[in-house]
């Protein structure tokens, strides 16, 4: 039995979950992930930095009037300077910014070498006044003085974070239990907030074929499956051997389904130098892991790609209002029955949710499972226009403003789906993959002529590689591609019935 927020269950007892205590960070739909505490320290240097000098600037006993930014390019090198080697001397990795001890003489002689180079540049290019040499004095200690008491005050803040269980990294285990203790011991020490919130044992189970081949599977994939579906997770590690390749590789297979961090420890522990090893951000602290895959959109840009949501799907609901009420009125004279329809389809980490679709079929005629067909005789007239021009998705921009979907990804199917009779999982190994990010109204795919009918497998297929490259390539550069070339051609196109 371990402390410290989780428990590991004794190898006697026969179960394949173990969870963590609860904590005050029950409090919290989710705990804060450990990497936004880094963006935090970053935004709080800024503003010190900035604070200082507004400060210095309108009160610096000399004559003639000084503001922040006369001197711009100077201003712009000792900040350039002073970000690059609190870089470089890893003054933004977690465990530096923890140990204000350890830190502290970094930082004042990054800023005392920063502030000499800027000074000196100023006054071989006399780009100051000598009066303002004394205000740089000012700022010099000043800014010292600050960044010093805002690093010791968020070192205190995360220490005190980590200790209520607001700040936290949830790691669960899947493979050799034994492995699994090890590793979980290890990180019991661990000082960043990194908790083993749940161990699966891999117990391997054999089955044998018609054909007398053997297949092995792991038990306890179902139950990680089952226990990801109601619980936060940022790392998923896996226990085994590095001898064991033909676990690993199924593993690996079957979790890079997930949009997760993926890791191996290999049994043996790396030991980390407090000078010389640190983890990258959003990584584990603490211990050297070996990399299988990385969650598909970062901190940022799951930031980034919320806001967009929002402000351009409020902007379009605005914009195709007038279509929307245009389509709702023209269903209601068309066809007798509710001028929405609501169907089942596959989301975000294979949950179902219920995706809008202005209905485009007679009343009698929907949820039926069967994919729609050129000159579909279940669609009413109307409907006929309304596809032609994709105007039937247009309810779907609530279900990005709910959090259901996203502005852009690869596109959402019903569970029944099916190409050349079989079923879009089974006719495609990846597909599981393509759920790392949430679904999306319009997608890469469907901008390359990849949607309609699924008639043959290579049409599923195609599919999925263009999703699956959307995914691994992921940008909001490439969102924006996708929505403006979505306006000429995503809207149309021989698949558009």
Request: aromatic share 12%; net charge positive.
């Amino acid at each position: 039995m371990l402390k410290d927020g989780y428990n590991v269950l004794p190898d006697n007892v026969n179960t394949k979950i173990a969870l963590s205590n609860t904590t005050i960070a029950s409090l919290f739909r989710t705990p804060v992930y450990c990497a936004y505490f880094v963006y935090l320290v970053i935004a709080c240097d800024i503003i010190a930095i900035l604070a200082t000098a507004c400060g210095i600037g309108s009160t610096a006993p000399v004559d003639g009037p000084y503001m922040p930014g006369r001197n711009v390019f100077q201003e712009c090198l000792f900040i350039m300077i002073l970000f690059i080697l609190f870089e470089r001397n890893h003054l933004y990795k977690i465990e530096r910014i923890e140990n204000f001890q350890k830190s502290k003489a970094s930082i004042s002689g990054i800023w005392i070498f920063s502030s000499l180079v800027a000074a000196m540049f100023a006054f071989l290019t006399r780009m100051r006044p000598p009066h303002e040499f004394l205000i740089y004095a000012y700022f010099f200690v000043a800014g010292l003085l600050g960044v010093l008491g805002e690093r010791f005050l968020l070192s205190r803040l995360f220490q005190r974070c980590v200790e209520k269980g607001v700040v936290a990294h949830r790691v669960v285990t899947i493979g050799s239990t034994a492995l699994a203790h090890k590793f979980a011991n290890h990180i019991k020490e661990n000082r960043f907030g990194v908790k083993v919130a749940a161990i699966f044992d891999d117990a391997w189970m054999e089955t044998h074929t018609e054909s007398g081949a053997t297949l092995s599977h792991g038990a306890g994939l179902d139950a990680l499956a089952q226990y990801y579906k109601s619980n936060h997770i940022d790392t998923i590690v896996i226990t085994l051997p590095m001898d064991d390749s033909e676990r690993l590789r199924y593993l690996i297979q079957q979790l890079s389904a997930h949009p997760v961090n993926i890791r191996i420890f290999p049994g043996a522990l790396v030991p980390c130098s407090e000078a010389g090893c640190y983890a990258l951000i959003g990584d584990i602290p603490g211990v050297q892991l070996i990399t299988v895959a990385n969650r598909p959109i970062g901190n940022w840009g799951i930031f980034a790609k919320f806001l967009m949501d929002r402000i351009v799907g409020a902007f379009a609901l605005v914009l195709f209002g007038p279509v929307m009420l245009g389509c709702a009125i023209g269903i209601k004279l068309s066809s007798p029955g509710p001028i929405l329809f609501r169907q089942k389809r596959i989301g975000y980490r294979n949950e179902l949710f219920e995706v809008y679709k202005f209905r485009s079929m007679h009343v009698n005629c929907c949820n039926t499972g069967k994919l729609t067909e050129r000159g579909d005789p279940r669609v009413f007239r109307f409907g006929q226009i309304m596809r032609s021009l994709s105007l039937d998705e247009l309810p779907q921009i609530f279900n990005v403003l709910k959090g259901d979907m996203s502005l852009v990804g690869p596109r959402p199917h019903m569970p029944e789906a099916r190409a050349a009779g079989q079923l879009y999982c089974d006719a495609v190994t990846e597909y599981a993959s393509r759920h790392r990010v949430k679904p999306g109204i319009t997608g890469w795919a469907q901008i390359n002529g990849w949607r309609g009918p699924t008639e043959a497998i290579e049409q599923i297929k195609n599919r999925v590689a263009f999703d699956l490259y959307y995914i691994n390539n992921w940008s909001l550069g490439f969102d924006l591609l996708i929505l403006v070339k979505t306006v000429f051609v995503g809207f149309f196109g021989k698949n558009s019935f």
